[in-house]
């Protein structure tokens, strides 16, 4: 089945491998990381990677929950093999609930879920490395078997528990796949050092 990249605009067109910053499960001292991170521009497009069916939309980040938090926003879209996709950290949402999403189709843009001016020594360190190194606006992607019930140990795409959530994935091998489509061609060009120093 064809997929497209999620990001065409994003710096850097691999996914983030175990170890480095943004993979799967990276350690953040206290909590853990739910999904991968495609940092990118803020207001880069955001293109639903396979068919399926939008089944949700909500509130992500606000700076009421925490301070150095901008307002950003995720979807929930149920992929044709009835696993579901989260599309998080979006500063703005171009479908509805309910919706049949295409392979391409613009969903989203990426926001800036960061607000450097409120990151201090007092943050968590991955926080503060990320503001260094000017990264603060990315998609942060989630993939799941069955939405979990219990969100208590969630928080902005961290699990604050070493064991993982039941019906969280690894999306590692989801998002690797051959690019079908002309945004390939911008793929193959060296990682920035934006995301992973
Ligand atoms: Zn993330």
């Not at 997929?3 to 691999?14: D, M, N, R």
């Not at 990381?33 to 990677?49: E, F, N, Q, T, Y």
């Not at 990264?135 to 969100?151: G, Q």
Request: with cysteine.
């Amino acid at each position: 089945m064809e997929k497209y990249w999620p990001v065409p605009g994003s710096y850097c067109h691999e996914t983030p491998k175990n170890g480095t910053r943004g993979a799967f499960w990276e350690c953040r001292k206290d909590r853990y990381h739910c999904g991968i991170d495609i940092s990118a521009p803020i207001d880069s497009p955001v293109l639903a990677i396979e068919n399926g069916v939008l089944i949700g939309i909500g509130e992500f980040s606000s700076p009421k929950i925490l301070p150095y938090w901008n307002q950003t926003y995720f979807i929930l879209i149920k992929n044709e093999d009835g696993r579901i996709s989260k599309y998080a950290e979006l500063g703005n949402i171009f479908v509805e609930k309910g919706e049949e999403v295409k392979t391409g189709q613009l969903i989203g843009l990426v926001g800036q879920v960061l607000n450097p001016d409120k990151i201090d020594a007092s943050s968590p360190e991955y926080v503060q490395i990320l503001k260094m190194n000017h990264n603060c606006s990315m998609l942060h992607f989630e993939l799941y078997e069955t939405i979990p019930l219990d969100c208590k140990k969630y928080l902005g795409g961290n699990w604050f528990d070493s064991r993982r959530p039941v019906g969280l994935l690894d999306p590692t091998e989801y998002l690797e796949f051959e690019y079908c489509h002309e945004e390939k061609h911008h793929g193959n060009q060296k990682c920035q050092d934006n995301s992973h120093s």
